[in-house]
Structure formats: structure tokens, C-alpha cells
């Protein structure tokens, strides 16, 4: 079984095989491929909410095909999420300031995490 740390995360490959990694985070198992993995280790350490490696999927694997996808754009709440590729994960938003990118779904679920917390500050104060 190989090893590799990322970010202070130790990831290991899944019965031998060098395509599919897993790591703990908390209580919670996430496997999938290794770039896949990564970055929910990174929406992790940035936002403190899980995102399954599965979200991510098509990240470090080859495209077979030209991009069939046109460029979009979709209102979600107060932000607009573009993508101008047409790719699944080709996603990114200005949030807060700063870009975020993904899939379109990854970023609705950061978008909602943010809404909710900021709802339950608001609700202490008062």
C-alpha cells in the first residue's frame, strides 16, 4: 500500500492499485482518484466542509472527447457561477472576494455553508 501526505493528510492507495486513493478526514473516508482526493482535501482545509473526491472526478483524468459543453452562466442567490468551457468542474465564482472553482454543485454547497453560518451569527446577535 503506498502512502503520500498532502497538506497534512496522509493519503493511501486502495488494495495496490496506484489509481484509486482514499484519506480520513474526521470520521469520514473519501477515495477516488489521486487529483480528485486533493482537492477535497483542499476544500477542506479552505472551507471546513467535505466534498466528496466523486465531485471532482474528471480532474487528472484525460479528456477522450472535445468539449461538447458551450460556456454558462447560472444566478445562485446573490453570486453568479460561470463556467466558460462547458466542462462539468470548469465552475468558478467571485465569493467574498475571492475566486472559487469547481463544480457547479461543490460551489452552490460552499455558497449555502457560508448563508447558513452567516444566518446563525446573525441569530446570536439577537
Known amino acids: 500500500m503506498a502512502a503520500a501526505s498532502y497538506r497534512g493528510f496522509t493519503l493511501q492507495t486502495v488494495n495496490g492499485s496506484t489509481d484509486v486513493w482514499q484519506v480520513k478526514i474526521k470520521s469520514h473516508v473519501l477515495s477516488g482518484n489521486l487529483a480528485a482526493v486533493k482537492k477535497s482535501i ?6 471546513a466542509s467535505l466534498i466528496d473526491p466523486k465531485e471532482f472526478e474528471s480532474i487528472g483524468h484525460k479528456k477522450t472527447a472535445a468539449s ?7 444566478k445562485f442567490g446573490n453570486y453568479v457561477l460561470k463556467n466558460d468551457t462547458g466542462e462539468p468542474n470548469a465552475w468558478y465564482c467571485m465569493f467574498n472576494g475571492k475566486l472559487i472553482k469547481g463544480s457547479k454543485l461543490a460551489i452552490q454547497k460552499h455558497i449555502e455553508s457560508y448563508i447558513i453560518a452567516l444566518k446563525k451569527a446573525q441569530a446570536r446577535k439577537q
Open 68 to 74: 461538447s459543453g458551450s460556456p454558462a452562466q447560472e
Open 42 to 47: 483542499d476544500w477542506w482545509c479552505e472551507t
